[in-house]
């Protein structure tokens, strides 16, 4: 098993299918990203949303 | 009727929850045959909710329901044959006339035959076969009040029967109510206004 | 015994009960999912061998194949939730049917795009009408159709159980479909094009794509118990236990 | 006094609320007929722009007949469900329905039979009409017009359940097309597969079995899905 | 004591009419996003409803693509346009809206274009990928697009007037296809004409151009007849 | 104010016939600033489609209005730049909050820019976001009484406006007429209910 690229502009190109591999590879790293970061950031909000109405209750 | 009888409709511990607000706690009552119950409260204070609630249409965050004392969910066919709900809006298609409207009900539901004389009877004599889209407000609540003279129902669950009538309208509604009463039925209905009923009991919804 | 592990069913399925559980789950699920990511896609545009007809194109596969196998199991979980919540009133199945709908639709996605894209260096098209990527869209279509639903009823009681019946409606019917769209590619005339079957692939490129799989499983379950236990503080926000949770954080 | 269980003769059967409700609804049909023809109008007049968009070239026209009229099929009775439940939410004739002492799903069969009868039935007969305009050879037609008697039946079941879901949300609600398409995919493929099947001079009754089936299981299911959605969804 | 005569200052203007009502719409447009997004929806799911139904060979779709692509921009315009004026009508909006002293046809350009909007802009973004879907090849894009925008405006305006016609008859939802469809046709013919003349290599322009025509004369004629449509309507 | 000056509306002979039927005839009266005029019959008199005429969304089959004097089909413009007009439905979208709802209204008629103060007037302080299709059935009706606080119209048509409206709500439409009479406005309005204020003219309807 060995690295079959030997430079980064060869990566980039992928033999001419550079362009469809990394859009690929890039939307599918834009969507997982925003699967996990949403939960997280409502999740967060949640908790906050709790605790500020925590304390106008007191 | 014996005390033992358990009452027609039951409820007690009702309480209710729409969009995390709270709209009304440990609310109960029981109507036997001939109670008359009046739902009072302020605009919002959760009448109409309160009888959907009662009429199986929307299920209480907590509480229990129960007709002649079998528990509500469970009991739920035997209690809507004997059940007669008028909504907000009363369930009439404005493309049919009166006769017709009365005529499709009264194969749902156990109704006496007597479409005419009911129609008669809330002063709509002139409009058996007039589409009621064609009828003014207070008729077409009217045609819709006539269903309660051709019910067997014996509980009738009303939101606001008044609403629209007039003066002579209202009397008729009185008279209808009496006579339910009398022959062992029992009401439950909302209004602003007061009915000339004697023994009418209140139920009073305020804000919690 | 059969008691003992009744009372586990419960407090799994009580939203504070999983709250607390799945808390432990989390930090593993993340590692072992991000980790087998990693080393998946390194491995698979790094090292792995170039495919003798499609070059370095193929390298899309490591992405697509899981995405699709994910998009399908994901409706499965979304149905299940959905007719469990409906016959047995689970309300925690509500809310992993809430979570698993966009999280389906967001893999579906997935998959659409990058066999498209995938379509155009292969068959020099984005697109052809093929069995199995019909039923792809039609997958797609019925994704969106609960979650659309879901957002459109006000009452977050009533739009449960809607989505349960549509799902329960859907269930029965996914199979039929699926059957149906394969047949349909069968009735007519057989097309220009076909999906290349992979049932020679070398191990090279096996090899990796066996960890990418293995690593959307994980991803799978780790953002729906993300979506699961936000929604489950959404939902609980008045309930005691939250409130309690919130001043944990307060106090730190 | 009366007993406190309903004496059995006073309430009636299981037919006359069906009944009931389907003369209803006929009658409503009947009172505007204008415009219960007019899924029917639709299917044709669409079909007549039909040429006028792709061209008039008869063998062209000839391959798309099937499957063209196949989809205006689906497209008229799914827009005329749009009344379906709707009109019966906003008037409160619902409410009755759902508090009725019959059981929902036979209410809701009457609703759709009513339904198919006043647009997949039109259409149905109809169809041999539009698809000659669409020149397609008399060999399909057979297979067409079977296919369509049982694919509108099924469009409608599938669009009560989808109307049964939507019914308290906004008028003009265009989310219960959006739920039932999918549904349709499969009455499709096998009804447009008969009348393939039928023109290339081969035998299109496995299709036609196979849409059989299916009608008869959404027959099952559909009613009962929907009478439950009511339920759900009397309360917006 | 005020004087007989209102303020002019005391009256909004015309701009702020429109602005008010196009806000509105939009307002609840987007209250609705699940729903609002749905014509595009609607669009896509027929659209893929075609192949299954007409068989998936590339060289068949690719004829039928700027025709189907038409016929379905119509039929989504058609179908949102559904609740243009019924929904003002049933809600009571509708009499304020005649009763203000603003004049009508202003109000209803405002309906009209809060509702092309919606439905007829990402109706003609979305084409292109559409049209890519039946296998449309790419010379004939830009003439679709440039079509469509003015085509689903026209539509959006023909649908007016008769959403107009019909508010007061009841749901009279398909009954108003039947009074715009023939209006539709020389759109639907010169909008697929620009198409199939920019894929022969030819010039679209001159169909284009009118069509460019047409849209111009309807957006003078629509909202006055709409208008008057609808002081005769709203008595029912 | 002059005994010379015209009345703000003034009708004359007006009759109505639909469908072959004459529902009114010969039906006269006139307001001025500071007049209240209560319609009232029995139901089916004609009270809605009189109003109706008078808003000028319905034709008289006979007759004339005049607005300050002038002619009305001629003087329309004039006249609807005064009028608020409230119907039996009262034109809420559902799907707005009541704020968002007075907003729109506000941007097609002369009105004052207090929508919060109106609102809370009418009883809604704490619903200003709350969708109208969530409010409950009085709720809504005071919101459509809430414009009656910010229109500058010095004639107020409405169809039965205390509809739905409980005992502390009437005092508070009350108490909005009275303030709009004391400013110069009119009212004609149509209840089956009497309303406390002083002045009250009646115009009856009964059938022909
Ligand atoms: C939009 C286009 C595409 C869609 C929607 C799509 C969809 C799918 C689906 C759903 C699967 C999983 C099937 C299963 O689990 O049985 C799959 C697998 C696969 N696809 Fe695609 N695909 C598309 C385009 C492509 C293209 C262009 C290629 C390569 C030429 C391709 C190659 C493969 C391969 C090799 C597999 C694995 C097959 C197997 O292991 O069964 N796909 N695709
Ligand atoms: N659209 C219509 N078409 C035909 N007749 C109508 C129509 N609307 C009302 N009518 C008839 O006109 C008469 C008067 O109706 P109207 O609504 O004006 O009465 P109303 O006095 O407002 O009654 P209510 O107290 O019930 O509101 C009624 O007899 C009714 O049948
Ligand atoms: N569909 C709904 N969604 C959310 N909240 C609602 C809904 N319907 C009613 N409510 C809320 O419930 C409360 C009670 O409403 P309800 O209609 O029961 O009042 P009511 O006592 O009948 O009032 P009214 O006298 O005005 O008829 C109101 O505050 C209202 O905002
Ligand atoms: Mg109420
Ligand atoms: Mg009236």
Sequence with gaps: MNLQFHSLAELFAMGGHGVYVWAVYGVAALVMGALVVRPLRRHARALAAVRSARQRGR | MLPSSPPLLAFCALSFERNDRLLFERVEGAVHGGDILQVVGANGAGKTTLLRILATLLTPTQGELRWCGGLLPRARASYLAELAFLGHVPGLKPGLSPRENLRWLAGLFAQRDAIEEALAAVGLAKWFDTPCAQLSAGMQRRVALARLALTRARLWILDEPLTAIDRAGVAVVEQLFRSHLQSGGAIIFSSHQAVDLPGVKYLALTES | ?252 | ?236
């Design chain 3, 1 to 252: 015994m059969a008691e003992r592990r009744w009372q586990w069913f419960h407090r799994l399925a009580s939203p504070p009960g999983f709250y607390r559980v799945s808390g432990r789950w989390l930090p593993w699920l993340a590692g072992t999912s991000l980790a087998l990511l990693a080393v998946g896609v390194v491995w698979g545009l790094l090292y792995a061998p170039p495919d003798a007809r499609q070059g370095n194109s193929y390298r899309i596969i490591f992405l697509h194949v899981p995405a699709s196998f994910l998009a399908l199991a994901g409706y499965y979980v979304m149905a299940a939730a959905g007719a469990i919540h409906l016959i047995w009133r689970v309300k925690l199945a509500d809310v992993v049917m809430s979570a698993a709908a966009p999280l389906g639709a967001a893999l579906t996605f997935l998959a659409l795009f990058s066999g498209s894209l995938w379509g155009k260096p292969t068959w020099g098209t984005y697109w052809v009408w093929d069995a199995r990527i019909t039923s792809m869209l039609v997958l797609l279509f019925l994704y969106l159709g609960v979650v659309t639903l879901r957002q459109a009823y006000a009452s977050r009681e009533t739009a449960g159980r809607a989505c349960a019946v549509l799902a329960l409606v859907g269930t029965v019917n996914i199979p039929i479909i699926y059957k149906s769209v394969d047949w349909w590619y069968s009735l007519h005339q057989p097309a220009t094009i076909r999906l290349t079957a992979a049932p020679s692939m070398h191990p090279d490129m096996f090899q990796p794509l066996v960890v990418m799989i293995l690593a959307f499983y994980l991803f799978y379950a780790w953002v729906l118990v993300l979506n699961v236990r936000a929604e489950i503080l959404v939902r609980e926000r008045r309930a005691g236990w939250v409130r309690d949770l919130a001043g944990e954080g307060e106090s730190e």
């Design chain 4, 1 to 236: 006094m009366r007993s406190p269980n309903p004496e059995p003769e006073a309430l009636p059967s299981l037919a006359t609320g069906f009944a009931a409700l389907l003369r209803r609804d006929l009658l409503l049909a009947w009172r505007r007929r204008g415009e219960a023809a007019n899924p029917l109008w639709f299917f044709a007049m669409i079909t007549a722009l039909v040429p006028l968009a792709v061209g008039p070239e008869p063998a062209l026209l000839a391959r798309l007949a099937p499957g063209m009229v196949w989809i205006l099929a689906l497209l008229g009775t799914m827009l005329a469900a749009d009344s379906l439940f709707r009109e019966d939410y906003v008037d409160g004739a619902l409410e009755q329905l759902v508090l009725s002492p019959q059981p929902l799903w036979v209410l809701v069969l009457a609703r759709v039979t009513a339904h198919w009868l006043v647009t997949g039935v039109p259409i149905t007969l109809a169809s041999p009409l539009l698809a000659g305009w669409l020149a397609l050879p008399a060999g399909g037609v057979p297979m067409l017009v079977a296919g369509l008697a049982l694919g509108t039946l099924t469009f409608c079941l599938f669009a009560a359940v989808g109307g049964a879901l939507t019914v308290a949300l906004g008028a003009g609600n265009v989310l219960r097309p959006l739920l039932v398409l999918p549904l349709y995919v499969p009455v499709l493929i096998f009804g447009t597969a008969a009348v393939a099947r039928a023109l290339e001079g081969g035998d299109g009754s496995a299709p036609l079995a196979l849409l059989g089936a299916i009608t008869a299981v959404t027959l099952a299911i559909a009613p009962v899905a929907a009478a439950a959605a009511l339920r759900v969804g009397i309360d917006g």
